[in-house]
């Protein structure tokens, strides 16, 4: 799976959107990119995953630059519950693939 | 509540104990993993199990570790002549593989930390 990197930690003031960068220059053709996050003391949690278009849920939306070597998860209103560590993970898709493996994330904190 | 289920949430063992952490998976979810998070670091593989075959083990499974899931529901991690160096928490997902892979969504417990003195 393709390396990502992401920034340390990032702060964030309640009702702005919250920008999450990750870059995976490596990242081939049949991998997608999956964000996590992980609130303290609970297990990870799914967010959004997305292979080129641009995606969106009722969490979050994903936008994954055309090359494909970066994409940033948005939270469109930050809220106190979303301070947690992000992971972007880069995977290939097909069935002969599992585990999930997971950088140290960006660590978001929301202001009041 | 039909999310995963981990058992027990915390242990505390003395080092040489035997542990053994129970997941119950996400309802007709046919692939389950445990990940091993310390401290600081986010979490990292050791094994996953398509329905009761299991797949792949990771190097950091060594052989105080097995992990079973006998009838393709609920799963077990057993960590035999426990050190200090396990303490961690464990978690376990699952996950529905469907056709392609790409929505192979894994859904995690939350978790059983283990502390060992």
């Known amino acids: 799976d393709a390396k990502t990197t992401q920034p340390t930690s990032m702060d964030c003031a309640e009702g702005r959107a919250a920008n999450l960068p990750c870059n995976h220059s490596t990242i081939s053709g049949n991998e997608y990119v999956y964000w996590y996050r992980q609130i303290h003391s609970q297990g990870p949690q799914y967010i959004i995953h997305g292979l080129k278009n641009n995606e969106t849920n009722e969490m979050a939306s994903l936008i994954i630059t055309e090359d494909r070597k970066s994409s940033t998860l948005i939270l469109p209103h930050a809220t106190l519950r979303d301070t947690a560590v992000y992971y972007c993970?880069?995977?290939?898709?097909?069935?002969?693939?599992?585990?999930?493996?997971f950088g140290q994330g960006t660590i978001l904190t929301v202001h009041p | 509540d039909t999310g995963v289920s981990q058992d027990p949430r915390h242990k505390i063992t003395k080092r040489g104990q035997n542990v053994t952490f129970r997941c119950d998976p996400i309802s007709e979810h046919n692939r389950l993993y445990w990940y091993r998070q310390t401290l600081g670091q986010g979490p990292e593989f050791l094994t996953y199990f398509q329905n009761e075959a299991q797949l792949e083990k990771s190097r950091l499974l060594s052989d105080r570790f097995s992990a079973e899931r006998p009838k393709g529901s609920f799963s077990t991690l057993e960590i035999q002549r426990t050190e200090q160096g396990d303490s961690a928490m464990y978690l376990c997902a699952s996950s529905l593989l469907g056709p392609g892979g790409a929505k192979n969504i894994q859904y995690f417990g939350a978790g059983t930390r283990l502390s060992v003195l």
């Open positions: 993970i880069v995977r290939a898709g097909g069935t002969s693939y599992g585990k999930l493996t």
